[in-house]
């Protein structure tokens, strides 16, 4: 059954570092998105993407954030200077259409600021 | 932002038992409910929807029942499974994103 992947699985950065969260969406789908659950809260919604630009973006999702789909397979989410807040864990998800139809969620990416 | 709801942080149920988790919505133009199992350390697992033109939605030992006048919607898993035990998101599609319900942590007891 295909699957979303997400690497690394755990990401560990110093504050004011750059990191990139990687995702492979499945294959035929193609809308995607980002999500985040601070440890203890819900998923909150960050970005969604179609036809290589940003359909709709949550205010979480401010300058220090950017997404992008370098090739026919991969959709990474960038942080340009994390910040101690910014530790979560990130999911990617995809679905075939836009809504409404279901999300299919990646294992996740957790990271850690410090 | 209190939009999806789930007021049970937990529930606790036999196994072969009927296990209902409960979720309020409050905004009337919401018309696509999904459910979310999550394991520890895993992504959330797409389980059911319901769209707002039915009242309810089957998938083997999963139904949803909406509720588009109380604003509320129960997931029914029949009977529950040891394997049942994760926790369990209520969500609306809103837009072109999900937003989520806090979650209720499910135990299913052998």
């Known amino acids: 059954e295909p699957e979303v992947t997400q690497t690394p699985s755990h990401q560990v950065t110093q504050m004011g570092q750059e990191v990139i969260l990687r995702c492979v969406p499945i294959?035929?789908?193609?809308?995607f998105y980002w999500y985040r659950q601070i440890l203890g809260q819900k998923v909150e919604f960050l970005v969604s993407f179609y036809n290589n630009e940003i359909s709709e973006k949550s205010e979480i999702f401010d300058d220090q954030f950017s997404v992008e789909r370098p090739d026919g397979s991969n959709f990474t989410l960038k942080i340009r200077s994390t910040k101690l807040e910014d530790s979560a864990m990130y999911f990617c998800a995809s679905s075939p259409a836009p809504g409404p139809y279901e999300q299919y969620f990646g294992p996740g990416t957790r990271l850690t600021v410090t | 932002d209190q939009q999806v709801k789930q007021n049970s942080p937990s529930l606790s149920v036999q196994e072969g038992r009927i296990s209902i988790l409960n979720c309020d919505y409050t905004n009337s133009m919401f018309d696509y409910f999904l459910w979310y199992k999550k394991y520890p350390a895993e992504g959330p697992t797409f389980l059911i929807s319901?769209?707002?033109?039915?009242d309810k939605n089957e998938d083997g030992r999963f139904t949803v029942f909406l509720n588009k006048s109380a604003k509320h919607l129960s997931l029914h898993i029949v009977p529950s499974q040891p394997g049942d035990s994760a926790v369990y998101f209520c969500?609306?599609?809103?837009?072109?994103?999900?937003?989520f319900g806090a979650g209720t942590i499910l135990r299913v007891k052998s």
């Open positions: 294959s035929n789908h193609l809308y």
């Open positions: 969500a609306v599609e809103y837009g072109n994103k999900l937003v």
């Open positions: 319901i769209s707002s033109i039915k």
